[in-house]
């Protein structure tokens, strides 16, 4: 199972309503990190997951954004007056000494763990639904946890979008994950192409890029990321024009056939504008980006168990 990671923004929410139609609950479960006050779009993308048989994580104690620390909010907010369905994440960090009560009480419930693991961490993971550590995990620790999420930050995030290569390795975790752990992990996750370094807005674009995802079988399976910058003019003015430089390059690249990318609804909407020669914004880029990267994972796991 894969368990991407977003944070709560428009643009990811928008990305997780429309791949929620695609028949991907077999092998999706996405992980959300709220970081506004204003629950509407969390609400509205959690029902259309449902709608979708997928019941996704919500982490409740939020490290970022204008709910840190605050899960008790979230929670109760959540809950008043519908019936959504979601597996409530709680988050154990340093200055946190354990699963509070009132975490507990809620029924099920995963563990994100963001520091080393202790005797406290082993216990608590035994009752926890899913316990996320990260993926370099020495395997004498990882076989005293229960139900392990292996999970890794890989984007290989830069301060200018000029300083993007052509192209930068991702994982290979999607290809051992449970590998030789099958009964005790059950499943892998990331921060897709947004990374975990969080910020409330970007600045301003001097160079627009386009990361897109692509799984290279003469590469061993591994994830790579290709970068496609547009003009620099020294300004973060024409971002349209500067979209429609980039994305010359990746249908140039689409069309030859020379990067083996999945042909993904995502990949289809930056077809489509090109065709129509539109700029729908930043955010629609990077929410086409997040889309593409989550379908790519679910066909590498889709045809690894001939489903």
């Known amino acids: ?167 930068s390795s991702f994982s290979a975790l999607h290809t051992y994950y449970n590998k030789p752990y099958q009964n005790l992990v059950v499943g892998f996750s990331d921060y897709t192409i947004t990374g975990q370094d969080f910020s409330e807005s970007g600045g301003p674009a001097y160079v627009v890029t386009i990361h897109v995802s692509y799984i290279d079988p003469k590469r061993f399976n591994e994830m790579f990321i290709r970068h496609y910058l547009s003009y620099e003019d020294g300004t973060p003015a024409q971002p349209g024009a500067k979209f429609l430089s980039a994305l010359q390059l990746l249908i140039k690249d689409i069309e030859t056939g020379s990067v083996p990318f999945v042909k993904t609804t995502a990949l289809s909407e930056f077809i489509t504008l090109n065709i129509k020669r539109h700029f729908p914004g930043l955010g629609q880029v990077k929410k086409i980006c997040i889309k593409h990267h989550i379908e790519t994972l679910i066909d590498y796991l889709n045809n690894e168990k001939g489903s």
Do not use: W
């Not at 605050?70 to 154990?92: A, E, K, R």
């Not at 639904?129 to 139900?147: A, C, E, G, K, R």
């Open 1 to 167: 199972m894969y368990y991407p990671i977003l944070r709560g923004k428009l643009n990811e929410f928008l990305a997780l309503r429309e791949l929620a139609s695609l028949s991907l609950q077999n092998h999706f479960c996405p992980v959300i990190e709220p970081v506004r006050e204003d629950l509407s779009a969390l609400r509205r993308a959690v029902l259309e997951l449902n709608t979708n048989n997928i019941k996704p994580l919500i982490i409740i104690n939020p490290v970022i954004g204008e709910f840190k620390g605050q899960f008790s909010n979230i929670t109760d907010s959540l809950n008043h007056g519908s019936d959504l369905q979601y597996i409530p994440c709680f988050i154990l960090h340093d200055s946190i000494d354990g699963v509070p009560s009132e975490v507990k009480a809620l029924g099920e419930y995963a563990l994100f763990v963001t520091r080393g693991i202790d005797q406290q961490v082993i216990q608590e993971s035994k009752e926890a639904v899913l316990t996320f550590v990260n993926h370099d995990i020495s395997p004498n620790v990882l076989i005293l946890l229960n139900n392990v999420v292996l999970c890794g930050d890989f984007f290989r995030s830069q301060l200018r979008n000029a300083d993007y290569p052509e192209e």
